[in-house]
Every structure is written in C-alpha cells, then in structure tokens.
DNA sequence: CTGAAAGCGCTTACAG
DNA sequence: CTGAAAGCGCTTACAG
C-alpha cells in the first residue's frame, strides 16, 4: 500500500525539479501561473497525496492534539467526555490539526507512565479531559509541551483549565426560582460527595443570601450515601415550595418520590435540575435545568491551545464556561408573586 | 515548544554515533551491552523523545487509522458510535497505532470530498463508521488505502464490512421466549422504517416458523410513523404473552402503555427489548434484551486492519458480530410449560 | 562492536 | 521564474 506517488514523480514527469513543485501545490511565488496549473493537474490525475510526515520533521510539529480522558470516566454510561472530544475534534480540523483520543490506563495513571502520544512524539500539546490523580498531575506537568486541564483543576498546579461553571449555573437557576415568587426552596445533594455538587449549592446558597431569604437545615435534603450510591430522598415535613437538584438524575428520583407522596410537578412543588441529560427528558414534565456548553467548552480549549502552540509561554489561568438555563415545564410561577 | 533533543545530541554527549544511539535505544544489535545501557540512562536523562516523524518517513507508515463518522450519526442523543471509536482506539494501542476521529460533514459528504485525513496522508488505513450515501461509498472505494465499513455494509462495494447481527439477536431472544413457554409473542416496530428493524423483526419470524408458531397480522404492532416519530402503540384486542420489541427506548413506551391498560410486567406479560441501553434499566422491572458487543466489533474491526495493513489483498467480506443476551426480570416462565 | 554514507519526502534559503 | 544544495531525525545497508 505504498504506491506513494511524491513530488519527484510529478516533477519527473514533467521535466522540471521538485523544487517547483513543491512552489506550485503549496500556492507560493516563484512558479508560473501556467506551470502552477499544469503541475496542479498532473497531481490530481496521478493521484498524488502531501506527505505530511515530512512537514513534521521539517517543522518539528505534529499537527496533533492528544486528548487524554482517564479510564474510570470512559464507562458504558459516561459518554459526556467523549462528546466533549468530539467537538474538540471538530474545532482543531478549522485549524488544520487533529485530535488523537488517548485513554489513560489505571495502571499508567498508578504507575506515573507518560502517555505514548507524549513519548512518541506524536502530538504538539496535550488536554487533559478529567480529573486525574494528584500524582499524575505532577506527571503531566513534568511533560514538556503545552497542555490544558479540561474539566477540572487543581489549585497547585501551573497548568491553565477550563471548567463548566456549576456555581453560577445554579446561582442563576435559583434566582429564576425565586424571581416566579418561590421564597420555600430546597437543595437536593450531598454536599461533601464531589466539589461540583458542592459549587452548585454553594451558588444555590448565594441566591438565597442575595435574596435575604434565611437558609435553614431542613432545606438540605440528601440524595446519596458517602460511597455515592443513591439514597431515597426525604421529603422536609413542611414542603417547599421548590426543589433545586444538583442533578438531573437526582431530579428523576426526586419526582418519583414526589409522586409517590402523592405531590405533582408543578403543581404541589416546582423541580429544577442540573446537566439537561437524558433524564432530563424522561421525566414528565420535562425539566428546567441547566445544559453545559459542550461546544464552548471545546472552542475554548482548542482556541487556549492554538494559542500556546504559537507562544508557549502564554497564561489562561482558571477559565469558567456558563452553561445555559433550559426552560421547559417543571417550575411553576407562584401566585403571590402576580 | 522544540526543545528537541535527538538522538544526535545523545550521541554528541557521550561521543559516539548517532547510529549507535539509534540501535541502543531500539533494543538492536550491534552495540555492547554496557554502551547501550549508558546510553538509555542519558536518553532518560536528557528526557529525550522518540521522533516518530522520522520514522514514519522513512517507512511510509503513520502508525495512525482514521475513524470517520459521519456527522448525522454524532448528535446529543447518539454516542453509539463514540464508545465504538473510544474501543478502536483502545485496541489500536495494542498495535502501537493511533485512531484519529474524523467527522464526515454533510457538505463533504455531499461534496464528494475526500477526508483530509487522507490527502494529508495522516493514517495507513481508514474505518467507515456508519453509513454513508451510495455516492460517497463510491469516494470511499477511490481512496487507496485499506478500508472498512463498521455497523453498515454495501451488496455492491468490495469492502468487507463489519455489522451486528440483528437477525440473529432477536432469533434467540424470541427462542428464549418460546423456551419459556409463550406461544404468542407480539412484535413491535415499523418494519419498513430502518434495516435493523426490519431485520430483527425476520430473526424473530424465523423464530416462530421453526417453532411450527403461526405468524399473524395482529402480532406486529406499529411503532412509529414514516417518519419515525414515536406514536402511540395500539395493544391488540387479544393480548399475547409476550412482546419482543425492536429496541429498549420502544421497551420504554410499551411499558407505559401497557401500565396506562392496567397490565403488569411481566406478570400479565412479558417484554423484551434490543440495545442494553439506558431505556432497559429505566423500567421496572429492568429489561431483558439484547446487548450489542461494542468491545468485540472494535477488537474485529482492527484486527482486520491490521491484517490489511500487512497484506492490502486480504479480504474479509461481510463479518457479523453477536449480541448477547442480558437476562433481567422483565420476563415471566410460563406456567403450562411446567 | 562501531560508524560514515545514503535516503525517506519535503521545504527553506540562496544562486542563477 | 527555476532549481541545486542542505537539512529535518532517523534507519538501513555496508564497511571497518
């Protein structure tokens, strides 16, 4: 399968040097425009390919980006990262580059091993998509080439990220609750399990503060035991008259217990998650929750890396992404509030 | 971001040749012992990485296989396709090569255009991931390089192609049925709406006939319009024993209905569904159905590959992968059947 | 065991 | 406008 037609072959054939070739497919000066056309034609009809492999050893780039997802994140129900991916993909083509998907093993992430994308030369940077062990974080950071924590970050490390901004996505969601007149609102979520269900209270908590509406305990309702398997939710005995979940699943297993109590959405109480995933939609009424900006996510990290490709020196630090309110059925407008 | 070290400057600091440092480092003969291993320390050392550039240049080879899917098939809801690419890349590593997602846009595809994967001559070999349209079957057949179709095939392109077996799925699942003893077994799909549908629909006839089960008109329940939107599905006059629906999200809606009609799963019948995904653990009870092997059509899907990369006249053909069967509590042993 | 030479396909000065 | 020369990093014969 190597019937590699080359430059030479074109310049072969039609008596002139492969310098000129070169000139001609490339669009630079210092061929003729008729021998620029003639040259271009001979290529296409012997079907002649650009080696791109010898623009990398020319220029020492790889035009690659390696994508780095960690195994644990890459289950049968976890394709969120691997959509991320996609757009990432999509979003380096505009810029000529491609992405190279690259799992990181449990075991190379325990044994400290550099990826193979990195060892072999492969791509020009490297964007870690999810958090890794403090360990490998030092790994990563010991890799010299530009890179970019994607999703996460870590407060010690000098590597710029990107992340979804959870606390202002609820923050926005509850000021929303509060602006159809709902005063009564609980949050859904332990708190001490993951730092997103964390950041999404505490902007839930801002709301409340900003609002001048007391947060109480029994508006803290928990939806999963510390190992994170889910827990049947317990209904305050004075309801609330909304419910903020920290996700869109919870939010699923919120309106099972709701309808199970004998309570209807949104009628008896308002509901609002977080996400917009499947169980977003497999509820009914459809919920209001919050989607992730996959795409800006993407954008930005690719943007963030085409740049540090250029100057590498160049800083981003902490970048946040908002996610966007998804307004479907689940809330309903309080009258008291007109 | 070139701070190369090559193995030029390995040698320079140790003053020996490059081509000793080139034999050492790759486990060659021809160096003693004690050299080579000083020389790995210093590589080590001097943190040097392997160019594979050059290599590839040297050998035509770019130790990558490119993914293309087609860009209809990449939406919110499908990420089908991204655990098949995420598992192609996985397998692809055991080879020391690299998959490159590529992402066929509907204007290339209607365009015609080659892949820039391709002209770029970035990858040895390329896997067709979802159908594409006849016309651009025909692009993928001028490509020259080898080539595979993955969840589709073509009865007129000489590609081998790797597919599931729907037949063959709903063949057992419908024998488990009957093993069970249920005679009367609905089917539900539009049997004219997609291949799949219609050929799980044939595994489940074929089913019947050899089970001497007379096949009638009021046992294939409509799905979905022309259109393929969902609609509501009309339960026969008579209820049959059980429904083999023709994947889990119809499972879903069939549920609904039939708990709307007051019947239980799978006490007053059973259901059985075709995907695994996460429709068939959204019901209660948890679906049986039919599971596609994701891990064993991408270990197939590069194992051909690489048999091409070796020897491009090697041919495959039409290779099916099987489901398997995942038994969950969605169907009820008869009792007749002791 | 060790290394000088040539070459993979292309591009970048530079000379004509 | 056109092209000979050198070089990118590595490997493959081949010579010593």
Redesign the pocket.
């Known amino acids: 399968m ?1 019937s ?8 072969d054939k ?13 669009d ?9 056309l003639q040259i271009k034609k001979i290529a296409g009809e012997m079907g ?13 780039l790889s035009y690659n980006v390696g994508v780095m997802i960690p195994q644990r994140f890459t289950g049968m129900n976890s394709s969120f990262y691997l959509r991320v991916y996609q757009q990432i993909s999509l979003h380096l083509d505009h810029y000529g580059y491609f992405g190279i998907l690259n799992i990181l093993s449990n075991e190379d992430e325990d044994q400290l091993n550099f990826p193979r994308v990195y060892s072999e ?1 492969k791509v020009d940077g490297i964007i870690i998509l999810g958090q890794v062990s403090k360990e490998y974080i030092q790994t990563v950071q010991n890799m010299n080439m530009p890179k970019l924590f994607l999703d996460f970050y870590d407060e010690h490390a000098e590597v710029d990220s990107i992340i979804q901004d959870n606390f202002y996505g609820a923050y926005e969601l509850t000021n929303y609750l509060i602006r159809l007149g709902h005063r009564d609102i609980a949050y859904v979520g332990n708190i001490y399990s993951t730092s997103s269900i964390q950041d999404r209270f505490l902007g839930y908590y801002k709301s409340l503060l900003e609002h001048g509406l007391a947060f109480q305990e029994r508006l803290l309702l928990n939806d999963r035991d510390e190992r994170g398997r889910y827990i049947d939710i317990q209904l305050p005995e004075r309801m609330p008259t909304a419910f903020v979940c920290n996700c869109d699943q919870v939010a699923y297993n919120l309106y099972e217990r709701l309808t199970e109590a004998g309570y209807s959405v949104p009628a008896d109480c308002s509901v609002v998650g977080f996400d917009n995933d499947v169980y977003a939609t497999l509820v009914s009424p459809h919920l209001t929750t919050v989607e992730v900006d996959i795409d800006q996510m993407a954008r930005t990290a690719v943007k963030f890396m085409m740049e540090k490709l250029e100057s590498p020196g160049r800083r981003n630090g902490r970048v946040l992404v908002q996610g966007k309110i998804v307004f479907r059925d689940s809330v309903k407008r309080l009258e008291a509030n007109n």
Do not use: F, Q
């Open positions: 190597k590699n037609i080359t430059m030479k072959d074109i310049a039609l008596g002139v040097s492969s310098v000129t070739v070169s000139k001609a497919l490339n630079k000066e210092g061929v003729s425009e008729s021998l620029k002649y390919r650009y080696n791109s492999a010898a623009k990398s050893i020319k220029e020492g030369n």
